[in-house]
């Protein structure tokens, strides 16, 4: 049987012993021998050793001795070997740990495979969340440097019986120290940094161990020196500060009556560097203050030094630090090295959002190294904030303009940004801080180009001569020819009529507005209050200013309409800035059809070219006309036209109803100072008129009261019968929903808005919400199916907002409230008698039509004569297509509104609308049966519905509610009766499918089709035969 000391002495076991040795990379002895020196020539190191072992020759050398210092600590004494006792001690350690690991308790957390520190606060909190919240705490003084050897070796001979193996340990424990240049002997202790003394210190506690685990159990623990007991009540813990010092007495050692301490864990006990309470566990602040610290160091980050061996460096102390304690997140990086590796390790842990928070703190001016603002910048993209990413790197150009990664970046983020908007902010953040990077110049130049701003282009191109004069003055206008710059070449302002000008756009003479467009591409009209002079005009011609005019005169009346035909935001936002052509030449034909009917109208309509990406048509009127009149007459030729195309907005100048009188149209032949192109008047072809001032010489004025007229005889031939064929949507919907569409014209409206434009408001949605899903799941699927023509349609959300809908439908009142232009433009035509305690509301036309039996409705009249409307319904203005508003939509807070419970509202939660809208089950769940599932397809309307007669109206409300209530009632049994038959032909056609191979059945009125899916479940599904 191999020995203990044979063991040792094994040439496997050595060369093992040194390579663990040679992974910590020791500092020489007092031989001097490195570490790289012994491995050089390992073999005869290693052989020698053996072989001195084997013959019993082996002695142990002096180790060096010196006082290593941690803090405020009192220094230790620390003892380096050399190589090759280095390899016989790591040779013991590693054939007596297995033996002394059998004997030691759980209580023991230091230097054992398997466990650690971690491990001890982890039973530590353990006990405290068993109700243990009194704790001990003591430190044995001066333990390493007070061991007894005598004792020490008995122990280990009694535990091993091997006496070479005893001996072994003796020459290594007392082995010779050399310090202050002399020898002493080692009389008492063990060498701290020998690789025996951990595990000796183990076993020569164990005495105590036993001791202690024999009264307390688990509420002891031990780590090193390190002693914690807990108990249920204090006066447990002052007996155990009388029993200890005696047992450690018997060990010839004492306690640290410093490091001794009683009290409660409510109060906040340090434990292994973990600061413990009732509320949990987490780093002591001592233990972060160290850290940070240490962080310190790298405060100092000369221009030269490498910022990538720092940030390695300092990224191995905070991992290091996470290794032990886990979270990172309760330390503050003091400074920008320091925070680039705390990132890294944070980032790791998931806590992104904590790393975003702290980077406030760490801008551009807080470093002078380039690298570090390439770093940072890096952070910075992880994140998601290229704005910030761009500062940084801009920073980096600062410190170091010659910082190539600082410009490859730059430049990939100007490359991968789509927008030339957010190109230029990104371009100008770096100019802020390198006002002399000509590469940044020359891309705004190119972006500028992109959006039209060509006076900024010059600008930039300026600069960038300016930066470099080798480059030539022409590349701009090489660069920047727009297929419309012979039109503004080809017009001469001073062939205008100034005074002429004047008296064909007057307007509000007491002030004007003037165009202005920021670097951004942000444009607008600031108001002038003064009257327009014929400086101002001749400004506008000659291109340096552009002017708009407000059409109502102070006295409410206007010269003339303007109609803009525009392209959709939501179009453009669509297709692209690429599509603008093609969207001009759809303006441009539907502002020829309003062109058109003008002429057949009587009158002439002037085409303008906007500047941008529409049209406008100009009518003038013979004599001032009332402006309520004039915008009526406006709206109505824009619904005789037939109304916008796709992706078509047409607008009413002057527009808006109590603040008409701040509407505003920008004036012909200037100059666009969003896109620089000049507003031209243009044939039908499109081409521009070829002598502009001729046109205002030339200007044909209208007579309202003819356009009035012949507009009228017009929409009269025109007007379709009352047998006309209803809406194809009537089709697509059940009589009872159709009547209330077909009935409210502004639903009809918001409908066929959302088809044509693809856009509906807040304020819309909500509407269409608080009406059509009144008709039960049938209004709620045909909810889903309108809001889905928009762009920006999520089912889940209007889902959502379906599910927390309120009990009451919205009031015509509300309506009229929420859209007053509208209401006005599309009137009111209905004869709504409101139950008791009720109020008008569109779903009304619904609730009858489920009690009177259903009749094709008319189409509604959209338009009225002029004389026949209201002065209110006149001041209406006219928006035809997708309407686009500019502020945030606000949640509208619906009023008081009715509750239908007892007319329609329970209809709704306990019956369908239509026969096949919901589910019919065979069997619930626990027959077993399978589930007969009929589709929501509705058959088609081939017959009214069978109902009984209504009673006749009588002057007493009361008793007409009662006949209604009850004739629901008898309905609703009849319902519940046919859904009843319905359920039992469903099992008889699953039992007869299930015996036959063919799944579908052909009747003359439709189709049905027997499908099981795996789970079971027998879906029958009717095709009807339109």
Same mark, same amino acid.
């Given at each position: ?325 886990? @979270? ?18 944070? *980032? ?133 020819? @727009? ?90 936002? *669509? ?83 109590? *603040? ?23 044939? @039908? ?5 070829? @002598? ?190 997708? *309407?686009? &508003? ?120 439709? &189709? ?19």
């Amino acid at each position: 049987m191999t020995t203990l000391y044979e063991k040792v002495a094994n040439r496997a076991c050595l060369e093992t012993a040194w390579a663990t040795v040679k992974a910590k990379r020791p500092p020489p002895g007092i031989d001097r021998v490195r570490w790289e020196d012994f491995d050089a020539n390992a073999e005869h190191h290693l052989e020698r050793l053996a072989q001195e072992l084997a013959d019993g020759q082996y002695r142990h050398l002096p180790v060096m001795g010196f006082e290593r210092r941690r803090g405020d600590k009192r220094p230790r004494q620390v003892g380096i070997a050399t190589m090759r006792d280095r390899v016989v001690q790591q040779a013991l350690a590693q054939v007596l740990t297995p033996v002394i690991e059998g004997l030691l308790l759980p209580c023991c957390y230091a230097y054992r495979p398997g466990r650690s520190a971690v491990g001890a606060v982890r039973h530590a909190a353990k006990v405290i969340g068993e109700g243990y919240l009194w704790a001990l705490q003591m430190d044995i003084h001066e333990f390493f440097d007070s061991i007894d050897h005598e004792l020490l070796l008995q122990l280990l001979f009694k535990l091993t019986a091997d006496a070479a193996v005893v001996k072994l340990v003796s020459t290594m424990v007392r082995a010779r120290v050399f310090k202050q240049m002399g020898l002493f002997d080692h009389l008492c202790g063990t060498h701290q940094g020998s690789g025996i003394s951990p595990l000796l210190s183990n076993l020569y506690l164990h005495p105590l161990d036993r001791y202690l685990w024999s009264r307390h159990q688990e509420r002891y623990l031990r780590y090193s020196d390190d002693l914690i007991l807990f108990a249920k009540e204090r006066e447990i813990l002052e007996q155990a500060c009388l029993e200890i010092p005696q047992a450690l007495k018997e060990l010839k050692l004492a306690v640290c009556e410093d490091k001794t301490s009683v009290r409660h864990v409510s109060e906040g006990i340090v434990y292994l560097g973990y600061h413990m309470d009732s509320s949990g566990v987490g780093p002591s602040r001592k233990s972060v203050e160290t850290l940070e610290e240490r962080l310190r160091a790298f405060d100092r980050v000369r221009p030269m030094d490498s910022v990538a061996e720092k940030l390695a460096e300092a990224t191995r102390v905070v991992r290091g630090w996470r290794a032990y304690y886990g @979270d990172c997140t309760v330390v503050t990086p003091p400074n920008a090295i320091a925070f680039l590796a705390w990132s890294d390790v944070v *980032q790791e842990d998931g806590h992104a959002a904590t790393v975003r928070s702290r980077l406030k703190d760490f801008g551009p001016e807080t470093y002078q190294n380039a690298d570090l603002g390439v770093h940072i910048g890096d952070l910075c993209l992880t994140l998601g904030l290229p704005n910030q990413a761009v500062r940084h790197f801009a920073r980096s150009l600062e410190l170091n303009p010659e910082c190539t990664p600082a410009k490859e970046r730059i430049r990939r983020l100007q490359n991968e940004t789509k927008s030339p908007l957010e190109v230029i902010a990104k371009t100008r953040l770096v100019l802020q801080s390198r006002p002399d990077w000509r590469e940044g110049y020359e891309k705004l130049r190119e972006e500028y180009v992109r959006l039209g701003l060509y006076g900024f282009a010059q600008k930039a191109h300026d600069k960038v001569l300016s930066l470099d004069d080798t480059l030539s003055p022409g590349l701009l206008e090489a660069r920047t020819t @727009d297929p419309v710059a012979w039109e503004t070449a080809a017009f001469d302002y001073r062939t205008v009529d100034q005074d002429l000008f004047l008296r064909v756009f007057e307007g509000r003479l007491e002030a004007h507005a003037k165009q202005w467009v920021d670097e951004n591409g942000r444009w607008g009209f600031v108001r002038v209050e003064r009257p327009l002079k014929k400086r101002d005009v001749y400004k506008h011609l000659k291109g340096e200013e552009t002017l708009a005019v407000y059409p109502v005169t102070a006295t409410d009346t206007v010269n003339f309409l303007v109609f803009d035909v525009d392209t959709a935001k939501k179009a453009i936002l *669509q297709h692209g800035e690429a599509a603008l052509d093609e969207f001009r030449r759809q303006a441009h034909h539907d502002a020829l059809r309003l062109k058109h009917l003008c002429a057949n109208l009587g009158c002439r309509l002037y085409l303008e070219d906007s500047g941008y990406k529409g049209r406008h048509g100009w009518l003038f009127f013979d004599k001032p006309i009332d402006a309520g009149r004039a915008m009526c007459l406006g709206r109505q030729i824009m619904q005789a036209a037939g109304g916008p195309s796709p992706s078509m907005v047409w607008e009413l100048y002057p527009m808006g109803k109590s *603040q008409r009188h701040q509407s505003l149209i920008k004036l012909p032949l200037g100059i666009n100072q969003k896109s620089k192109r000049r507003c031209l008047f243009v044939e @039908d072809d499109g081409d521009p008129v070829e @002598d502009q001032g001729l046109v205002l010489k030339t200007i044909e004025r209208a007579s309202f009261d003819d356009v009035s007229e012949r507009l009228s005889r017009l929409r009269h031939l025109e007007e379709p019968p009352a047998s006309a064929t209803p809406d194809r949507e009537a089709w697509d919907v059940s009589p009872p929903l159709q009547t209330m569409i077909s009935r409210c014209g502004v639903l009809r409206h918001l409908i066929d808005k959302a088809k044509a434009t693809h856009y509906l408001t807040h304020f819309e949605r909500v509407c269409l919400l608080y009406t059509l899903t009144f008709a039960g799941a049938e209004g709620e699927a045909y909810l889903h199916r309108v809001i889905g023509y928009c762009l920006n349609y999520s089912r889940a959300y209007t889902q959502r907002q379906i599910d927390q809908r309120k009990d009451s439908p919205i009031s015509c009142a509300r309506i009229m409230e929420l859209f007053p232009e509208l209401t006005e433009a599309l009137p009111c035509a209905c004869d709504l008698k409101p139950p008791v305690r009720g109020y008008p509301s569109p779903v009304l036309h619904m609730l009858a039509a489920e009690i009177q039996p259903a009749s094709a409705p008319s189409e509604a009249t959209l338009a009225h004569e002029a004389d026949e409307l209201s002065p209110a319904e006149c001041e209406a203005p006219a928006v035809f297509g997708t *309407q686009e &508003e500019d502020g945030k939509e606000e949640p509208v807070a619906l009023g008081p509104l009715l509750d239908f419970e007892h007319l329609f509202h329970a209809e709704a939660e306990d019956a369908p609308a239509t026969l096949f809208n919901e589910p019919i089950e065979a069997a619930d769940a626990s027959s077993g049966k399978p589930k007969i599932q009929v589709s929501e397809a509705p058959p088609p309307a081939r017959e009214p519905r069978c109902q009984p007669p209504c009673p006749e109206p009588t002057q007493n409300i009361q008793a007409r509610v009662s006949a209604l209530a009850l004739e629901y009632c008898r309905l609703q049994e009849a319902v519940l009766r046919r859904r009843q038959r319905l359920q039992e032909l469903g099992e008889a056609l699953d039992g007869i499918f299930g015996t036959m191979q063919e799944r579908c059945i052909h009747t003359p009125v439709g &189709e049905i089709s027997w499908v099981r899916d795996a789970s079971g479940i027998a879906t029958l599904t009717v095709r009807w035969n339109r």
